[in-house]
């Protein structure tokens, strides 16, 4: 039996040396692996230059650009309120909103005309007597001349033994009363332009107590200006009207302000992008506000209404709470043409958004997600990564103005890259002229 194992051995044993000698020999080659491309996949758009203007967001409550204040002029009985002197109306141009009690006031305008009256009559009465004295006094000197002559003729007569002494005494005596006639009648004369003007003096006060007179008469009717929109009322039938007393309140309702507040960087933004700010005299900036533009744009619910705006002016003076800077735009309202289906109109008191844009430039523009801090990745021409550091200048619509070196037609990186590092090859997205499957154009080392 032992003999028989031993045997069987030694073939069993050459049987599978064979069977392992052509398994190795018959086992077929492993399959090779190429070499792996690392380049990294990107998407890209070429740089260019677009002109861009910045746009700001700011926040304000309207107000009307005109407020009036019906203040009592002169005091009395209020007599006449109309009907519809009511908060929140609107009444027109010219409406006679009150009326106070005007017989005070007619009376003395009544006073104040007699008055003048009179000092007319006394200033015509002083010129009238002042030609009687005028023509007397030529009449008187005429006599004069004539008495002169008289005594004269006298003085020869006597000389000549013709007359007497008496006769010639007489004479003169009648001479000089004459003089003296034609003195006092000058005299009269020479005080009649003092007395003419104290009589204008008079007549000017008289003439200003009526003026007067009648401006008070007239501040008895309050009449709006212009059309409004009543704001507030303080006065009642049968209340009597002190002296500078405020009755009614209206607001102006063609034109409406905002005051949005604007952080002072957007402000820098807005004014770094004017191409040139003129200056006056006095060498005072003095920017050109139409070249910006505006709008103004409210939210309620599902409501959105824009307004065009105009900016006017910049306010005098900076937040102290927020550190912001008070624009006041101005928007034109037509009520004559407004109807229930139209933009709704500006009330006092809404709260608004206020955009302002400033005026477009040559920039370049990136979009948001292209931007990683402060840096942005450029496909250089050799395929290979380039990471550059820029100034962010300033964000609309999800695209961002940059500053930097930068030259026209080199390829923005859009998408991001982790790790990033500078000198990385890149392989971007194309189009096949032939075909709309998208190909990979692989450049940079393979490995």
């Known amino acids: 039996m032992t003999l028989n194992r ?74 006449f309120r109309h009907p519809d002197l009511e908060k929140g109306k609107v009444l027109s141009e010219g409406t006679e909103i009150l009326r106070i009690d005007p017989l005070d006031y007619e009376l003395k305008l009544a006073q104040a005309e007699a008055q003048l009256s009179s000092n007319r009559t006394q200033l015509a009465k002083l010129n009238q007597e002042e030609k009687n004295l005028q023509a007397s006094l030529k009449i008187e000197e005429h006599r004069l001349a004539i008495s002169k002559k008289e005594l004269e003729r006298k003085q020869n007569l006597k000389k000549r033994g013709l007359t007497s002494q008496s006769d010639l005494d007489q ?31 008079q007549l000017h006060v008289s003439e200003a107590q009526v003026a007067e007179a009648k401006r008070s008469l007239e501040k008895t009717l309050i009449r709006l200006p212009r059309s409004m929109r009543i704001a507030e009322v303080d006065i009642e039938d049968n209340q009597v009207v002190n002296l500078q007393q405020t009755m009614v309140v209206a607001h102006g309702i063609e034109t409406m302000e905002v005051e949005a507040q604007f952080s002072i960087h957007d402000m820098q933004t807005i004014a770094a992008s004017l191409a040139q700010i003129p200056r006056n005299a006095a060498g005072i900036p003095q920017p050109d506000m139409a070249e910006l533009k505006a709008n103004i744009e409210l939210k ?53 958004e206020a955009q302002v844009e400033g005026q477009a430039n040559p920039s370049w523009v990136i979009p948001e997600r292209a931007l990683h801090g402060d840096k942005v990745y450029i496909k250089g021409v050799d395929g290979r990564l380039q990471i550059r550091t820029v100034q962010v200048i300033y964000r609309r619509d999800n695209q961002v103005v940059i500053d930097g070196e930068f030259e026209q037609g080199e390829l923005l990186i859009l998408n991001d890259l982790l790790p990033a590092l500078d000198g990385m090859a890149l392989k971007t997205k194309g189009i096949s002229p032939n075909t709309d499957v998208m190909e990979t154009e692989e450049k940079g080392d393979h490995e």
């Open 300 to 352: 309620s619910g599902n409501l959105t209404a824009r307004w065009p705006a105009r900016i006017s002016r910049l306010s005098e003076t900076v937040d102290p709470n927020q550190a912001t800077v008070g624009v006041i735009l101005e928007v034109d309202q037509d009520y004559a043409h407004f109807s229930p289906g139209d933009t709704p109109l500006l009330v006092n008191g809404m709260f608004v």
């Open 6 to 79: 031993k045997f069987f051995f030694f073939p069993a044993l050459a049987v599978g040396i064979v069977v392992l000698i052509l398994a190795v020999k018959m086992r077929p080659d492993l399959p090779l692996k190429p070499a792996e491309n690392r380049a990294r996949l990107v998407e890209t758009m070429p740089l260019e230059l677009k002109a861009i203007a910045p746009e700001v967001t700011g926040f304000g409550k309207v107000e009307p650009k005109v407020e009036w204040k019906a203040i009592a002029e002169v005091s009395g009985k209020l007599v």
């Open 171 to 201: 004479q003169n005596q009648s001479y000089l009363s004459q003089q003296k006639v034609v003195l006092e009648l000058n005299n009269q004369l020479s005080l009649y332009p003092d007395e003419r003007e104290v009589l204008l003096a």
